[in-house]
T-cell receptor, first 115, second 113 residues
Framework: NAGVMQNPRHLVRRRGQEARLRCSPM?????VYWYRQLPEEGLKFMVY????????ESGMPKERFSAEFPKEGPSILRIQQVVRGDSAAYFC?????????????FGQGTRLTVV | QQQVKQSPQSLIVQKGGISIINCAYE??????FPWYQQFPGKGPALLIA?????SEKKEGRFTISFNKSAKQFSLHIMDSQPGDSATYFC????????????FGAGTQVVVTP
C-alpha cells in the first residue's frame, strides 16, 4: 500500500528554466493538494485538484505556476521561468473521495533549488 | 494574514517531561484541527486530530485539548522521548474543503536524553 509518491525528491534548476514536479496520490485517492514550504515556515496551500479539474487555486501565484491532474498519470506542478524565490520544498497531499473524510496524507516532498 | 497562530517557535524538554504546543485560530468556520509531525527531510505525517464537538482527544502519549469559545487548541506530549524530536504543525480546515489546511508556523521540539 504505497503512500503518496513525489518525484523527483531533489531538483536543481537555473534561473529561467522550467521545473516540473510530479505527484502520484495514494491508491483510491482522487483529491490532490499542493503545498509550498519555505525554510523555517509552515506549509502554504497552493492548489486543490480532482481528476481533470482544478477545484481551488486560490494559493497559486498568478504567473508562472500551473497545475494539472490528468485522467491518467500523476498530478503535475509546473513552474516556468524559475527565480531564486521559488526555492522551497513542495509537498503534495491526497485524500479519499468518501464524504466526511478529512484526512490528507502527504508525500515526502520535492526540494527545489534555483541557482 | 495568518489564520492559525502557533507558539512557541521552539521547545526543549527533558526526556520524560511534557511538551505543550498552543495554537489559536480566527475563522469560526474551521471544523477540523489536525496536528502533523515532520522529521527533517520528510513530509508531514498526521499525528492526531480533533473536531470541535469534543474538548479533548487522547491517543497514547498525545493529547489534544480544544477550547471552542477561546478558539484555541493545544497538543500535549506526555513522557516525551528523544524520538519525539521533530517539528510539529497545527492546522485547521473546513470539512467541505478536504485537505485545504491553514497551517501554523511550526514548533521545533527537541527532547534531551
Amino acid at each position: 500500500n504505497a503512500g503518496v509518491m513525489q518525484n523527483p525528491r531533489h531538483l536543481v534548476r537555473r534561473r529561467g528554466q522550467e521545473a516540473r514536479l510530479r505527484c502520484s496520490p495514494m491508491k483510491g485517492h482522487s483529491h490532490v493538494y499542493w503545498y509550498r514550504q519555505l525554510p523555517e515556515e509552515g506549509l502554504k496551500f497552493m492548489v486543490y485538484l480532482q481528476k481533470e479539474n482544478i477545484i481551488d487555486e486560490s494559493g497559486m501565484p498568478k504567473e508562472r505556476f500551473s497545475a494539472e491532474f490528468p485522467k491518467e498519470g500523476p498530478s503535475i506542478l509546473r513552474i516556468q521561468q524559475v527565480v531564486r524565490g521559488d526555492s522551497a520544498a513542495y509537498f503534495c497531499a491526497s485524500s479519499p473521495q468518501s464524504q466526511g473524510r478529512a484526512e490528507a496524507f502527504f508525500g515526502q516532498g520535492t526540494r527545489l533549488t534555483v541557482v | 494574514q495568518q489564520q492559525v497562530k502557533q507558539s512557541p517557535q521552539s521547545l526543549i524538554v527533558q526526556k520524560g517531561g511534557i511538551s505543550i504546543i498552543n495554537c489559536a485560530y480566527e475563522n469560526t468556520a474551521f471544523d477540523y484541527f489536525p496536528w502533523y509531525q515532520q522529521f527533517p527531510g520528510k513530509g508531514p505525517a498526521l499525528l492526531i486530530a480533533i473536531r470541535p464537538d469534543v474538548s479533548e482527544k487522547k491517543e497514547g502519549r498525545f493529547t489534544i485539548s480544544f477550547n471552542k469559545s477561546a478558539k484555541q487548541f493545544s497538543l500535549h506530549i506526555m513522557d516525551s522521548q528523544p524520538g519525539d524530536s521533530a517539528t510539529y504543525f497545527c492546522a485547521a480546515s473546513i470539512t467541505d474543503s478536504w485537505g485545504k489546511f491553514q497551517f501554523g508556523a511550526g514548533t521545533q521540539v527537541v527532547v534531551t536524553p
